[in-house]
C-alpha cells in the first residue's frame, strides 16, 4: 500500500525566513511524487512534482523539493518565505511499478507566514 | 480557459434525497478523479476514470457512484446521502493517469 505522512500540522516561518514544510512517503515500487497548495476556498494547484532524474525539483513560486531515496522523503523548501504563501500544503505519491491509479495525499500542512 | 468545472458550488440537502455533483473540464484529459476533503485526513480518492466507460473504485468508494459516458463529464452521484457524506468534494483531470492532475474549485456539501 502506498502512503504519505505530514509530520507537522502547521508550519510558523517569518517573512524573509527559509521555510521547509515535511513529506515522507511508503510505496512499495519508485514513486511519483508531487506537492499541490491550497488557498482558501480555492481548489488545489499543483506546485511542482518528481518523476525521476534530478533530486531537486524546482517548481512554481520560487518552490523546490528535495527527493531522497534512502530517507524516503520528498520536503518541500523555499530560501525566503512570503506572507502570500500562507496557505495548506498537501505532498502526494503515486507508485509507478504496482498500476495502482491513485493518487494518494498526506493529510496537510498548514503554513503560516508572519510579517 | 483551460479549467475543471464543478457544479453546484455549495450545496445543503438530507439525508436520503438523491444528488448529482457535475464535473466537467476542457482540456480532452483521459484521466479524470473525484476526491473528498476533511480535516485532518488530507484528499482521499473516491473514484477515477481511465477513459471513456472505464472506472474504478478508490480508496473510499462506498455510498457514491460515478459513470463516464463523455470524455468531458464524469459526474458523482450520491444515491442516498448521509450524513458522514458531508464534506469537500473535488474533481480533478490529467491527460494521463501519471500526468499532473488539475483541479475542480470544490463543491461543499452538507448532508442534515
Known amino acids: 500500500a502506498q502512503s504519505v505522512a505530514q509530520p507537522e500540522d502547521q508550519v510558523n516561518v517569518a517573512e524573509g525566513n527559509p521555510l521547509t514544510v515535511k513529506c515522507t512517503y511508503s510505496v512499495s515500487g519508485n514513486p511519483y511524487l508531487f506537492w499541490y497548495v491550497q488557498y482558501p476556498n480555492r481548489g488545489l494547484q499543483f506546485l511542482l512534482k518528481y518523476i525521476t532524474g534530478d533530486n531537486l525539483v524546482k517548481g512554481s513560486y520560487g518552490f523546490e523539493a528535495e527527493f531522497n531515496k534512502s530517507q524516503t522523503s520528498f520536503h518541500l523548501k523555499k530560501p525566503s518565505a512570503l506572507v502570500s504563501d500562507s496557505a495548506l500544503y498537501f505532498c502526494a505519491v503515486r507508485d509507478m511499478d504496482t498500476g495502482r491509479r491513485a493518487l494518494t495525499f498526506g493529510s496537510g500542512t498548514r503554513l503560516q507566514v508572519q510579517p | 480557459e483551460a479549467q475543471v468545472t464543478q457544479n453546484p458550488r455549495y450545496l445543503i440537502t438530507v439525508t436520503g434525497k438523491k444528488l448529482t455533483v457535475t464535473c466537467s473540464q476542457n482540456?480532452?484529459?483521459?484521466?479524470m478523479s473525484w476526491y473528498r476533503q476533511d480535516p485532518g485526513l488530507g484528499l482521499r480518492q473516491i473514484y477515477y476514470?481511465?477513459?471513456?466507460?472505464?472506472?474504478d473504485k478508490g480508496d473510499v468508494p462506498e455510498g457514491y457512484k460515478v459513470s463516464r459516458k463523455e470524455k468531458r463529464n464524469f459526474p458523482l452521484i450520491l444515491e442516498s446521502p448521509s450524513p458522514n457524506q458531508t464534506s469537500l468534494y473535488f474533481c480533478?483531470?490529467?491527460?494521463?493517469?501519471?500526468?499532473?492532475?488539475?483541479f475542480g474549485p470544490g463543491t461543499r456539501l452538507l448532508v442534515l
Open positions: 480533478a483531470s490529467s491527460p494521463r493517469v501519471q500526468e499532473t492532475q488539475y
Open positions: 476514470s481511465m477513459n471513456v466507460e472505464v472506472t
Open positions: 482540456m480532452n484529459h483521459e484521466y
